[in-house]
């Protein structure tokens, strides 16, 4: 009993020790556990259908350390790529904390981008609005070519191919950045050591590794790495601190390794103890040439080695550098782009800087390329003009001066829209107020892009310019999410659609991503996510876009579960996001060298969704899918593709990766590290020849770096031979013929562990088939029946003309067929659907155009005025053309390309000219005409009128301009609420107001495409009274001049003025006028319930008002507080108000003359009149009864009241209250005073 009971309390002592190591084990890795459902299978992390345009593990930079990298949440990483400031160079941060759920932040400039494999170095990159061909956002000054922002730099994928450069072959530097982390098991995801299904009890195979610590950079928290290849040893590193508080680089150093990585040597001392470097550039043309760059809030300079690191040569720099283009061919030749929009170029790997031009457009300047340039030295720029439109030159290197600046198109663009690509050039330019979209084939003359008539975009990106050929995607004006996508013929000037409502997303800085990916390796096969229905769905084409069909999905899941999917109700969807980081594989990837092989993350059902996202691959290019991932994993091609390398995204340290020898149907389970890690990320060797991997990371939070060097030629026996590959042939479901040919692939039979040697054995053959209908689309102007026949678009008309016989002697006369450029089809019905050529009629001109090089109708004084004419149908060479400016000049050209340059010519005065141009041969000519408006700039338009009218009498409305003489002005006058308006060209017009009440009136003045507006309000009357008021000096000196102000002071003296006298505020209106010194005038108008009595008991109403606020004015009891300790009084004052008409020299100054004596002469004849109105019998009447030949004087005369000078009347009015303490008595005693004294102010009556 003793003994059975010491047992069990022995083994219970025994469980709790154990439960208790366990709890502290579990609590010194600070591990969260979270239960999954039995029910719940782990699934892969998938992204919001917004972020449909986002790397799968490109999250990244949350708020200064918040990052998303290898480990999906954890120590991971980002890379920023930047398209060929380095072509070599890829960057990943740490941040000190992990978390599962991150939000993407992207830097880059707006650009469309396709989705192509990161890792194959295909793409090629675009500038904003224009072209794309990288795989995600790029970084803020990013640029063709190779440029990069000097905080974004390019990156290699898992063999070191470089994403965004243009010579992208064995790029090889990567950078990564990490962060501290918790141990953390994300709901989904199982710790190391727990076997999902498919790899339970599979045996644990050791891989040969390395591991190498960085000491001393501990606190680094991003680093460069540059692995140069091509049977080179050399593996280069940077690892930094950056200071997200200062933004700048605090601490750097240095690293090279010459054994592949096994080892490495600190080279702190070399570049010198005290220097901070930045960034690490290596020219894309010769690996050995290296480049480092200081921190410039330190000092300014470059280190230049020319021997893979080994040594240094420092030079001081005068400039700072934000971004770097690499020539394409010249190793030596950079230009360089600083952050006050200057370039400069060193043809010496930057020993020597020259200032090459100015206010250059940012990611706006170009090598020129060889082929397609006449000179090497070419560069092309896009400036900055000071008016904020953009100009495209071209200079020689080295010398950049007027007289050497070539201008390919005479007019001006639209800033940011110069792209050269290949043998393109694109720009946009400003035509009747909308951007017109032109194109120069090999350098040759712009023409306008001609897409389907009544596509009008609202938005066009050019996604590509392969295989001689330019893929737009344009959004239309009806479209929101999503664009069409056209394809040209090779000059890229006719669209015919490709493929429509293809999904798009903005990225974080306005890049436009279209889901569309370039399947590598074989040519045509493109994937793209499509809206049908409201639902997105996933097609595939084989022949670059003439028909496309959704995915098969697989038959059975990967636990061997029967999948019932039927088309076209279900399908498998994929996302199309690639990967632009140098240590994952994103949501797709495929790869030159592996031909056929697609792997990507998508779903089975009706649309594409993210939810329950697993991982599939195809082995025969996309006709049939298989389910190898239900959790998230990243897959790398090894061994030139011939093996397959997964590794798991998790938070928690891994020891193992899983290798697939049979294009992923079985995985091994590899051990390459005997202490768990935490992956930051993977760089495999450029090439691959060696089959080296460098994974990095830690083995803590606080440890410094880790470099675990992964040897995997131990596990292949030999070298590949041609017994051990197998052929596959490509086909579309089912059919053979692929544009235009049959194609036949190599591979690596299954399970085969051989070395497989670059270009050993000719991994592709082809033969040629005979042309059929399915090798043609559809002709510019023509469309896709649904039987598949091509005819006539509605608004299309064929023409026995072409527009190549402008300039030859015989044009290709469409079928309504044009062969895809790709398709190599021979013979069969090649002659039957191929354009016939013919001799081009002899006809007359046709289709000629005229237009300024700015696009608008107007022109400025004394500047150069380009006018570009072009021609759509007449033979050019036999064509002559005159062009007459309008102003007694003219000038004739012997044929139409002589003025590919446009014309140019300045007008030395404002005015309206009829420009025409004339195109003449011997079957008859052809004339358009445009009126060009040649003015100054109009800066402003004042309006002028009386405050207060008297009804059915003509009131004068002028308006005053700045400056007085800018050419043509056409005036716009609004009544009321009027929607049609009087148009005059006289800055001045009567008008009669018919109905008392307030009015408004509303006046535009329009030179050219300026347009300014003033706008007043008029209160009309039968009679009224009014009187000038002045104010204290004080008021002066606070005077804003803005009519804001104004309004406020007249509200506050009107106030005042009720508040004082008990006057009604509906009989006073106060007009503050324009100028100093500030006066303002004062309305006493009748009352509304005044109507029914007669005009002399209205006189006498509005007399008592009168005198009653004289007499308040007089004894300074209108004021107001304008700030604390600033009070203002108001009074009246002789002073006349501001005249109504304009008194500049604009043309109006004699009647203003006019007008202002006859305002003297009519006050003087009313004061003599009332002065003896009393000895005149019968006349007891006032303006009423003066004849309508003075109209035109009446808004002129504003009864300004005019106290008597001594004051005697004024100061006498013993019956008012000096004090006014009482309203009411106040009323009642101005009355009795007012009924016995002469009035001192003029009436006006209506």
């Not at 064995?170 to 299904?197: C, I, K, L, Q, Y």
């Not at 495929?590 to 056929?596: I, L, Q, T, V, Y």
């Amino acid at each position: 009993m003793e003994t059975r009971l010491g047992r069990c309390l022995f083994i219970i002592f025994s469980e709790w020790i154990w439960l208790l190591s366990l709890t502290s084990f579990l609590g010194g890795t600070k591990a969260e556990v979270r239960c999954i459902p039995s029910c719940q299978l782990p699934r892969i992390t998938a992204f919001p259908r917004e972020l449909s345009a986002l790397d799968l593990t490109n999250f990244g930079e949350a708020p200064v350390e918040e990052f998303i990298g290898f480990n999906g949440g954890s120590p991971g990483a980002k890379a920023t790529a930047g398209e060929g400031e380095n072509p070599n160079v890829a960057e990943w941060t740490a941040s000190e904390e992990s978390s599962s759920k991150v939000q993407p932040r992207l830097r880059g400039n707006k650009r469309s981008c396709i989705r192509e494999d990161a890792s194959n170095g295909q793409q090629k990159l675009s500038h904003s609005k224009v072209f794309s061909r990288a795989s995600a956002p790029l970084p803020e000054n990013a640029t063709e070519n190779g440029t990069g922002d000097a905080n974004n730099h390019g990156f290699s994928g898992e063999d070191g191919a470089q994403v965004d450069v243009t010579v992208n072959e064995n790029t090889d530097v990567a950078s990564w950045r990490r962060r501290r982390r918790r141990a953390e098991t994300w709901s989904g995801f199982r710790p190391e050591g727990v076997d999902e299904a498919p790899f339970s009890d599979q045996e644990e195979f050791q891989l040969a590794s390395s591991t190498f610590a960085l000491s001393g950079d501990t606190a680094h928290n991003q680093a460069m790495v540059h692995w140069s290849g091509q049977n080179s040893s050399v593996i280069l590193m940077l690892t930094k601190y950056y200071d997200f508080n200062s933004g700048r680089v605090t601490e750097s150093s240095l690293w090279r390794s010459t054994d592949y990585g096994t080892t490495y040597e600190k080279l702190n001392e070399k570049v010198g103890p005290k220097t901070i470097l930045s960034y690490l550039y290596v020219s894309p043309n010769n690996k050995r040439k290296i480049m480092l760059l200081t921190d410039p809030e330190v000092e300014s300079s470059l280190l230049i080695s020319l021997d893979e690191g080994a040594s240094y040569q420092k030079h001081s720099l005068a400039f700072d550098i934000l971004s770097l283009l690499f020539h394409p061919e010249q190793e030596d030749w950079i230009l360089a782009y600083s952050h006050d929009q200057k370039l400069y170029v060193s043809v010496e790997f930057g020993r020597r800087w020259q200032l090459v031009h100015d206010s250059v457009v940012p990611n706006r300047f170009y090598w020129s390329r060889l082929g397609f340039d006449k000179e090497q030295g070419t560069i092309h720029l896009e400036i900055s003009i000071s008016d904020g439109r953009s100009q495209y030159i071209t200079c020689k290197l080295q010398n950049c001066s007027d007289g050497n600046k070539g201008k390919p198109f005479p007019g001006f663009i639209i800033p940011d829209s110069l792209v050269v690509q290949d043998e393109y050039v694109f720009i946009q330019v400003p035509i009747g107020g909308q951007s017109v979209h032109y194109v120069s084939y090999k350098r040759n003359a712009f023409y306008p892009m001609k897409l389907p008539k009544y596509t009008l975009p609202k938005d066009l990106q050019i996604i590509s310019t392969d295989d001689n050929q330019v893929v737009a995607a344009i959004q239309d004006w009806h479209q929101n999410d999503s664009y069409n996508l056209y394809m040209s013929e090779s000059r890229g000037l006719f669209f015919t659609l490709m493929l429509e409502n293809v999904v798009s997303s903005g990225g974080p800085e306005g890049n436009i991503m279209i889901d569309l990916y370039e399947v590598a390796g074989i040519k045509g096969v493109f994937l793209s996510n499509k809206v049908v229905e409201n639902q997105v769905k996933t097609y595939i084409t084989y022949n670059k876009g003439r028909d496309w069909h959704l995915l098969q999905a697989p038959t059975t899941d990967l636990q061997g579960n029967k999948i019932y999917c039927e088309q076209p109700f279900c399908s498998l969807h994929l996302h199309l996001h690639v990967s632009e980081n140098p240590y994952t594989s994103g949501n797709i990837v495929s790869k030159d060298s592996a031909p056929g092989i697609i792997i990507a993350s998508g779903v089975v059902g009706p649309e594409l969704t993210s939810a329950n996202v697993s991982i599939y691959i195809t082995s025969d290019a996309g006709n049939t899918w298989r389910e190898v991932f239900q959790e998230e994993y990243s897959v790398f091609f090894l061994n030139q593709g011939g093996s397959l390398v997964a590794i798991r995204h998790t938070p928690l340290p891994i020891r193992h990766i899983w290798l697939s020898f049979d294009e992923g149907r079985n995985w091994d389970k590899y051990s390459f590290t005997s202490s768990p890690l935490y992956v930051d990320g993977v760089l495999g060797e450029p090439g691959e020849d060696t089959l080296i991997m460098t994974i990095f990371g830690h083995f803590s939070h606080r440890s410094e770096w880790q470099l675990v060097k992964i040897d995997f030629r131990s596990i292949f026996q030999q070298q590949c031979t041609s017994e051990d590959y197998v052929t596959w042939q490509l086909h579309s479901e089912g059919e053979v013929c692929i544009m235009g040919m049959k194609r036949m692939f190599q591979k690596l039979k299954a399970n085969v562990r051989c070395v497989k040697a670059r270009d050993q054995y000719i991994s592709q053959m082809s033969d040629s088939c005979p042309c059929t209908e399915a090798d043609f689309e559809c002709d510019y102007g023509f469309e896709r029946q649904i039987e598949g026949s091509c005819t006539p678009a509605f608004w299309f008309v064929p023409s026995a003309a072409s527009r190549d016989c402008i300039t030859g002697e015989s044009f290709l006369n469409t079928t309504g067929y044009r062969k895809a450029l790709s398709n190599n089809c021979t013979e069969g019905t090649l002659l039957k659907y191929s354009p016939r050529r013919q001799k081009c009629p002899s006809q007359a001109p046709r289709g000629l155009q005229l237009f300024t090089s700015e696009g608008t109708l107007v022109a400025t004084l004394g500047r150069n005025v380009t006018f570009l004419v072009f021609l759509e149908e007449g033979l050019g060479s036999t064509t002559s053309i005159t062009v007459d400016f309008g102003d007694g000049t003219a000038i004739s050209y012997v044929n139409i390309s002589s003025i590919d340059d446009g014309v140019k010519h300045i007008y030395s005065k404002v005015g309206i000219y009829q420009v025409s141009a004339t195109a003449t041969n011997t079957l008859g000519f052809e004339r358009v005409t445009l009126y060009l408006h040649v003015s100054c700039q109009l800066e402003q338009v004042q309006l002028s009128a009386p405050s207060v009218v008297v009804k059915n009498k003509a009131v004068n409305l002028t308006t005053v301009l700045r400056p007085s003489s800018v050419g043509t002005v056409i005036y716009y006058w609004w009544f009321d609420n009027k929607t049609d308006p009087v148009v005059t060209l006289e800055g001045a017009m009567s008008f009669t107001f018919s109905t008392e009440g307030s009015h408004s009136v509303t006046v535009q003045a329009s030179v050219g495409n300026t347009v300014h507006q003033d706008q007043m309000t008029v209160a009309v009357y039968d009679y009224f009274r009014s009187h000038v008021l002045a104010f204290s000096s004080n008021l002066d000196e606070l005077n804003p001049g803005v009519s804001e102000w104004r309004e406020d002071i007249c509200r506050v003296v009107k106030s005042s003025m009720v508040q004082v006298t008990g006057i009604s505020e509906d009989q006073l209106l106060v007009t503050v006028l324009p100028g100093l010194p500030t006066t303002a005038e004062l309305f006493i108008v009748p009352e509304k319930r005044s109507r029914d009595r007669d005009t002399d008991e209205k006189w006498a109403h509005l007399d008592q008002h009168s005198q009653v606020l004289l007499s308040a004015l007089n004894q300074d009891l209108i004021q107001f507080t304008l700030k604390p300790g600033v009070q203002v009084n108001v009074y009246a004052t002789r002073l006349s108000p501001a005249p109504l008409v304009d008194s500049s020299d604009s043309g109006h100054s004699g009647t203003a003359v006019i007008m202002l004596v006859s305002v003297v002469l009519m006050g003087l004849a009313v004061f003599v009149i009332y002065k003896f109105k009393r000895k005149i019998p019968g006349i007891n009447t006032y303006t009423a009864e003066q004849p309508d030949k003075e109209q035109e004087v009446i808004p002129t005369v504003t009864s300004i009241a005019v106290p008597n000078p001594e004051g005697d009347k004024l100061t006498s009015l013993d019956h008012v209250d000096v004090q006014l303490d009482s309203k009411s008595r106040v009323k009642q005693r101005n009355l009795q005073s007012v009924l016995s004294l002469p009035p001192r102010t003029q009436r006006t009556k209506g």
